[in-house]
Structures are given as C-alpha cells and as structure tokens.
C-alpha cells in the first residue's frame, strides 16, 4: 500500500526538470554528426553520468520523494530516498504510485526487501549484481513493480547459471518458480538441464524437494541421462520414504518406471528387499510379472503377442558400458578420428549374450555438397573457393556388422556433449538419429573448435559419449 503525506510539486518538477535536460543532453552528444570533421571523436562521459546518478542515492537533499519499505517480521522500516522522475521512467508503477504523493509505504517479503537497496540501484544506473539465491527474490521485484528490462535480464541470468553449483542446489526451485509465474521458456530450460544432468541431481540435496508434479514430468522422459533404470528407481525410492505421499501417487510414480530395462536378477531383488515395492506391489505386480516375460522369451517372439510400442519397452539415455562409450577426441580441430565400440543387441536377458559392433567417425571440417569445389562449365579449370571455415563438424556411427537379430528392432543413437561448466562437466546437448541415418543432424553446427577457449573443450578435448538404443516394433497386430 502507498500512503499520502503531501507533496512539494516546485522542488519536484524543479528537480525532474533538471534531470532530464542532463539526460537529453548527453543523448543529443552522443548523437550528433560528427561525419564531416574528418578529425572528428565523441566525447563520451555517460559512465560518470551514471557515477553521478547513484550517488544520488545517498544525497537525501535532493531528493522529491520517499519510500519506506516494511516487512511483517519486523516493525522498523527501510527508507529511501528517492528522486520521482529515474523510478518514473523505469517502472510505470511507480509512475503511477507517485503521481500524486510523495511518500510511499511499501510491504515486502523479508527476501525482496533485504535485495531492495539493490533493485533501486537498478533504477538509477541500469545495472545490479545478483547470486543465485538471489535471482527469484530479484525477479519477483522486477516483475511486481514492472521492470521489464531486469525482468528478461534475471531470466536469462536463470538460464545461463542452471549449471552453476550451489549448496542446496537451485534449479528445481526455479522451476517450480518458473511454473507458478508461468514462464514456459524457464520451465523448458530447467527440465531439460535435469532430465540431462539426472544422475547429479539424484544425488543432490535438492532430489527431495522435487515436487509430485516435476516427479512425474521427468519419469515420462525417454532422454533423461542416467546410469541405469536402477539407480532411478533407487532414487524413487527414497524420495518416496521421504515425502510419504498419498497411496495413489505412490503407485502412478512405481508404474513410470520400466522395469523391462532392469535385468530380472536385480528385479528379484527388488521384490525380495525393497520395502517400498511390498508395501504397493499389488499396484505393479502386472508390470512385474510382463518385465519377467520380457526378460524370458526371444523379443521376436515377445513381440507377437505384446504391444512392445510404448515407452515402458523404450530405455533411457542409460551410461552404463552395455548401452555405449564415451569418446574423448583430443584436439578434435587437427584432423577425423574414428573409433570403434560394442553395445549389448537388446536390454532382454535372452539376448545377454548378443553384441553388435558400432563404428563411429568425427570429422571436424566436413563440407555438404553444396559447398564443395565444383568445376565451372564457362571457364575451364576454374572452381568455385572453399575455405575451412565453411565446414561443420560431422559425427557418423554405422554398424560393423549385420544379422538376423536385427529383425524386430531398430536402434536410436544418442550423442551427449559434455563441457564444463563452473567447474563441472555437464550435458550441454544432445543428438539423436535413428537407424534411418547414420549422421547426427546439425551436430556441433555453432560450435569453433578451432579455438583452445571454445566452451565445449574440455582441456582442449571434445567429451562425447555414444548410447545406442533398441527399439522394438511389433511384427503382428496385438488384439484387443
């Protein structure tokens, strides 16, 4: 609430007055054609201008306006003093709370008021450091009294630092902030860097407070980037001994699981340790009971007779050795590299046995046909320029074999960047492409891997690491 106390329309207009003829005349310096004076410069002083801006801040004389800030956890007030017509032109609410007063009573929540000495200074000179507890209580600020530019500005500051290492951990809340202000592009930012970053965030203090609703976002994923299945239905598990919550979200989060990607020996563990498989096991025994099927018959002959078209039968982007390699390339802009690795045929036990050899090749400077030499028809001998940079790099993965195995399944190939950031190494992108192409589409396209400080080298390495999924499709039309 803003409160009157009178006004003081001579000293305010007086003061607004002066202001902006300052402000006009630096911008009609700045913009003044210098070009016919072919020894012409421009003078430019705006950084003592906004020198002069904050002091202004701690010079009370000179002031036309007043806001006290309160808190209900406490009964003193923060007073500032303030000049009408720099919060006028960044925030129309203040435009419109000051019009006719002077003296305003603000009430804040203890975290935006303890940053807003900071968000006044935004104010005056257009610019604030944040941390990243801070980038919420700044952005509610922003938002409430409708500073657009600090608004994006802490967006994309919550954009660009998902990876950046905190205590508590931090994106999980952003995304829940992200969902209750509405902001869909956050909201993608941050599901996308967990679904990504899995195995690190479920190991983090933040995992426990994921809420039910983010849960659930992230089991239905099919790119979520962690060890094994186990290890989240591990995580799962915990989360669910923690929050305790109702019998019926307990039992929709166990049937996102797929348990068909868990070989049967850990499965019989499970349903013999785990407490919280027993306590709901009526609620997953059907998913329990066609796993072990899975894991029994031949998936052409599974396949026959189960809908094998659906995401419990899809793995995830699994880092265990039997889904893929990881492929370090050392000064990758030198020369191509090729490499050669082995996946498992299927995550069924019956082919426990089965490998399929996978041959992968990088090439830093590859050229489409577009930009190739070609030969000119009116001037013999004569070919179009290419030069280095017009190549992209280009990642290739084939199969070194073939066999009737094969028959049922089809194979996606994921390609996970690492880099590092704030001194972790993290999933920076990811590439998938089925086995209809060999070739990663627009893999690396805006990346200079020419340069040493190129933000995906990691000492001066390029950190791949190839996973090769099975896709099973039915052969005959399951009956309804």
Sequence with gaps: MARLTGTRPARRWGCAAAFLLLLLTVQAAQKADLSG???????????TLLQRLQELLHNSNSSDSVLRVRTAASDEAKVFHTHQLLLS????????????????????????????????????????????????????????YRVWALQRGVAEYMKSHLASESSQGHVVGWYHYAVRIGDAALQESCLQFLAWNLSAVLSSAEWGSVSVELLLLL?????????????????VEGWLGRRQPEPAVAERVLRAIRYPMIPPSQLFRLQAQSAVLARHHGAVQDLLFQAFQFHAASPLHF???????????????YLAP???????????????????????LGPSSHDAGKRVTWNALFSPRWLPVSLRPVYSDTVPGAVQPAR?????????VTPAMSSPDFAGVSFQKTVLVGVRQQGRVLVKHAYSFHQSSDEAPDFLAHADLQKRASEYLIDNSLHLHIIVKPVYHSLIKVKK
């Design 303 to 317: 396949a026959k007779y189960f809908d094998v078209n659906c995401s419990m039968f899809l793995p995830r982007n």
């Design 219 to 235: 089991l239905e994923r099919s790119d979520l980037v962690l060890h094994s299945e186990l290890e989240l239905y591990t995580a």
């Design 388 to 396: 280095i940079e017009d190549g992209r790099p280009r990642l290739v």
């Design 37 to 47: 004076e072919a020894t012409a410069t421009t003078i430019n002083h705006s950084l």
């Design 322 to 344: 039997s889904w893929g390699s990881q492929w370090v390339i050392n000064n990758p802009a030198r020369d191509d590299r090729s490499t050669s690795f082995q996946t498992q």
């Design 89 to 144: 032109l960044q925030s129309e609410v203040f435009e419109s709370l000051l019009r006719n007063q002077s003296v305003l009573t603000l009430h804040e929540q203890p975290e935006t008021a303890a940053l807003f000495e900071k968000f006044i200074r935004y104010l005056y000179c257009g610019g604030v450091s944040i941390l990243l507890h801070q980038a919420i209580p700044m952005h509610q600020l922003a938002s409430k």
